[in-house]
């Protein structure tokens, strides 16, 4: 029941700023891990930033310095704050959710959004 939906991706100028956020059903603080995932065309989708079940953040050593993810426990949404883009960090960005069921671990993805960056 479970479900993820994106936002805020869109067109923008190389050095610009972008603001992703993900909307989650379910309440986030009950999730072991939540993260945002990137895949451009002809590669491998990519770990871009992310909260571990350990409460740690993870970032893409590419994305370092450049990108904030944060969450709202209260509204159920993370978002992904992008600044200083480049054209390299276009692709379709996803958001992932990691959580406990009766059955197992669940593992639920949105939709994406695209994010272009022109130079």
């Known amino acids: 029941q479970v479900q993820l939906v994106e936002s805020g991706g869109g067109l923008v100028q190389a050095g610009g700023s972008l603001r992703l956020s993900c909307a989650a059903s379910?309440?986030?603080?009950?999730?072991?891990?939540m993260g945002w995932y990137r895949q451009a065309p002809g590669k491998q989708r990519e770990l871009v930033a992310g909260?571990?079940?350990?409460?740690?953040?993870n970032y893409a050593d590419s994305v370092k310095g450049r990108f904030t993810i944060s969450r709202d426990n209260a509204k159920n949404t993370v978002a992904l704050t992008m600044n200083s883009l480049k054209p390299e960090d276009t692709a379709v960005y996803y958001c992932?959710?990691?959580?406990?069921?009766?059955?197992?671990?669940?593992?639920?993805w949105g939709w994406g959004t695209q994010v272009t960056v022109s130079s």
């Open positions: 992932n959710a990691v959580f406990s069921s009766i059955t197992g671990p669940r593992n639920v």
């Open positions: 379910g309440s986030i603080a009950s999730f072991n891990a």
């Open positions: 909260f571990t079940s350990g409460g740690t953040t």
